[in-house]
């Protein structure tokens, strides 16, 4: 994919993440590695809300660069710390999306975190998250980027216990469709456990067959994405 493409991809997650309500103020930051390596990559603005980002005002940085947070547009500091250390360490994540979405951050929020496998959606993640148990604050340091990235490892989604999620992906539809089905999952959970009655979580062997039964339907991902972008209005 040309960076030109790219650009317009990630521009149009942040549009729909705001239009999906998953955007903070003018917080939260997604980024798309142009490298192949993953440590070119691009980033957006700092303190600009989602609803307004284009694919030119994203960032091309570079996260080997020590001086980028010292040049003169410099990124959010939570950003460069998580998406830095991500993309160094985790060539794999081409595109990383963090954010706070309510129902998954919520979910982050209870001392066991656990998306646990009640129905398709719930069990697509099944031994597929990395879960984050050392809450450190807000992640403006070199050390907790470094920190969160060995957490991720080669997971492609990351529940980070008292602050939100990241899902990583080889696209931005492939990553905004796994950003979409933990929040519904962590949605229809959060409704299970509000009604006060057992859970009725399916056997481990079921789960992870409910999970590889999801690889068939990665296609899906592209479809989405691409009906999803087509209903965006353009920007003035």
């Given amino acids: 994919m040309s960076e030109a493409a790219l650009r317009e991809d990630l521009a149009a997650a942040f549009r729909l993440a705001a239009q999906f309500g998953w955007h903070e103020s003018v917080g939260n930051h997604f980024s798309a590695a142009t490298s192949d390596d993953g440590t070119r990559f691009l980033l957006n603005?700092?303190?600009?809300?989602?609803?307004?980002?284009?694919?030119?005002d994203l960032l091309l940085l570079d996260a080997n660069d020590p001086a980028v947070m010292d040049g003169p547009n410099p990124p959010d500091a939570s950003a460069w710390t998580i998406h830095g250390a991500i993309h160094r360490a985790c060539p794999a994540a081409k595109v990383v999306l963090h954010c706070h979405p309510p129902h998954a951050t919520a979910l982050a929020m209870l001392a066991d975190p656990a998306l646990k496998p009640t129905d398709n959606n719930t069990a697509r993640f099944f031994n597929r998250v990395?879960?984050?148990?050392?809450?450190?604050g807000i992640a403006d340091d070199a050390a907790e980027g470094v920190r969160l990235a060995g957490v991720l490892g080669r997971h492609k989604t990351m529940l980070m216990g008292n602050h939100g999620l990241t899902c990583t992906g080889e696209t931005v539809a492939e990553a905004f469709e796994d950003l979409y089905f933990f929040e519904r999952a962590a949605q229809t959970l959060l409704l299970a456990y509000a009604s006060g009655q057992p859970l009725a979580?399916?056997?481990?062997?079921?789960?992870?067959?409910?999970?590889?039964?999801?690889d068939a339907y990665r296609g899906m991902a592209a479809a989405h994405f691409s009906w999803l972008k087509s209903q965006l209005p353009v920007l003035p």
Avoid: K, M, N
Wanted: proline share 6%; glycine share 6%; charged share 25%.
């Fill in 45 to 56: 603005p700092r303190w600009r809300h989602f609803a307004s980002i284009a694919p030119d």
């Fill in 130 to 136: 990395a879960i984050d148990r050392h809450f450190g």
């Fill in 201 to 214: 979580v399916l056997s481990d062997d079921l789960a992870e067959q409910t999970a590889q039964g999801w």
